[in-house]
């Protein structure tokens, strides 16, 4: 099972990125994506999260309404489009995968539910 998040960068404050995760190695009908990040001293913080089939989504409070999650099964890659950046989104954005079914934000925030987790990428915003 792998996971690799790309997509990252520098960007102004405003500015959009859309960050990737390409998995392989499962199926992932069976498997739920969740992104999360961490800032420098900062605890890892839970963005969004896409289930496996019907598409259910959640977002952070600190995201929602800037960002989307999504999913394209055939090119097996769950994308996070993230808009009117803040030098608050700055850190490194991790995605993981979980069998887990989560029907609440809350659940789906909890990263001791996920079971494969991918390599981060940075993302910087600043003028």
């Known amino acids: 099972v792998q996971l690799q998040a790309s997509g990252g960068g520098v960007v102004q404050p405003g500015g959009s990125l859309r960050l990737s995760c390409a998995y392989s190695g499962f199926n992932l009908d069976y498997y739920a994506i969740g992104w999360f990040r961490q800032a420098p001293g900062k605890e890892r913080e839970w963005v969004s999260y896409?289930?496996?089939?019907?598409?259910?989504?959640y977002y952070a409070r600190s995201v929602k309404g800037r960002s989307t999650i999504s999913r394209d099964n055939a090119k097996r890659t769950v994308y996070l489009q993230m808009n009117v950046l803040e030098p608050e989104d700055t850190a490194v954005y991790y995605c993981?995968?979980?069998?887990?079914?989560?029907?609440?934000?809350?659940?789906?925030?909890?990263?001791?539910?996920?079971?494969?987790w991918g390599q981060g990428t940075q993302v910087t915003v600043s003028s």
């Open positions: 993981a995968a979980t069998t887990a079914v989560a029907t609440s934000p809350w659940l789906a925030s909890r990263p001791d539910e996920y079971e494969h």
């Open positions: 896409i289930s496996r089939t019907d598409g259910r989504t």
